[in-house]
T-cell receptor, first 110, second 113 residues
Framework: GDSVTQMEGPVTLSEEAFLTINCTYTATGYPSLFWYVQYPGEGLQLLLKATKADDKGSNKGFEATYRKETTSFHLEKGSVQVSDSAVYFCALHRGGKSTFGDGTTLTVKP | DAGITQSPRHKVTETGTPVTLRCHQTENHRYMYWYRQDPGHGLRLIHYSYGVKDTDKGEVSDGYSVSRSKTEDFLLTLESATSSQTSVYFC????????????FGPGTRLTVT
């Protein structure tokens, strides 16, 4: 079946540091790929998405590129802020259902 | 905001009692989902629905049932609650388009004592 593996956390960075959270997936066909973010006490929110190979999703300074050859969708941000502290989930959607990674907790210190 | 509400937001119940959680949406989306979130497990799909009275099982459906008699409501029932069902439950809808991204409700924190 489909699966998503993402970088284990927690990740702690200083403000303005570069962020990478790795995500790889296993799925047949051509799934859509997503990053969601969850702030404490809230549900998940869509951060960015990509629907086909080589697409780049971007939002709020975050980027991720759909790499079919490496089955990856790594999340990056050039300069993180304290307000980016949250849990980040990589996910794929195929056949009417989504599959989520286990989440990576990011803490950004001033 | 996809207009998703969940009720109750918090519940404490005893082992062996039935519990029903409600998810309500205001925008007539066809696909609805129930997930549970536990530390170290991310989100796991319990059941989902692709229309009124059309539902299917997810990866952790044992001990749960669902019903969808109206487009806007998707109910999750724990037939006889157990301590292993203590969790945070999220409802989601999927927006039809080129990617079917999901929008989530605020969650229900359920504690089974």
């Amino acid at each position: 079946g489909d699966s998503v593996t993402q970088m284990e956390g927690p990740v702690t960075l200083s403000e303005e540091a570069f962020l990478t959270i790795n995500c790889t997936y296993t799925a047949t066909g051509y799934p859509s790929l997503f990053w969601y973010v969850q702030y404490p006490g809230e549900g998940l929110q869509l951060l960015l998405k990509a629907t086909k190979a080589d697409d780049k999703g971007s939002n709020k300074g975050f980027e991720a590129t759909y790499r079919k050859e490496t089955t990856s969708f790594h999340l990056e941000k050039g300069s993180v802020q304290v307000s980016d502290s949250a849990v980040y989930f990589c996910a794929l959607h195929r056949g009417g259902k989504s599959t989520f990674g286990d989440g990576t907790t990011l803490t950004v210190k001033p | 905001d996809a207009g998703i509400t969940q009720s109750p937001r918090h519940k404490v119940t005893e082992t062996g009692t039935p519990v029903t959680l409600r998810c309500h949406q205001t925008e007539n989306h066809r696909y609805m989902y129930w997930y549970r979130q536990d530390p170290g497990h991310g989100l796991r799909l319990i059941h989902y629905s692709y229309g009124v009275k059309d539902t299917d099982k997810g990866e952790v459906s044992d001990g749960y049932s669902v019903s969808r008699s109206k487009t806007e409501d998707f109910l999750l029932t724990l037939e006889s609650a157990t301590s292993s069902q203590t969790s945070v439950y999220f409802c989601a809808i999927s927006v039809k388009g080129d990617s079917y991204e999901q929008y989530f409700g605020p969650g229900t924190r359920l504690t089974v004592t």
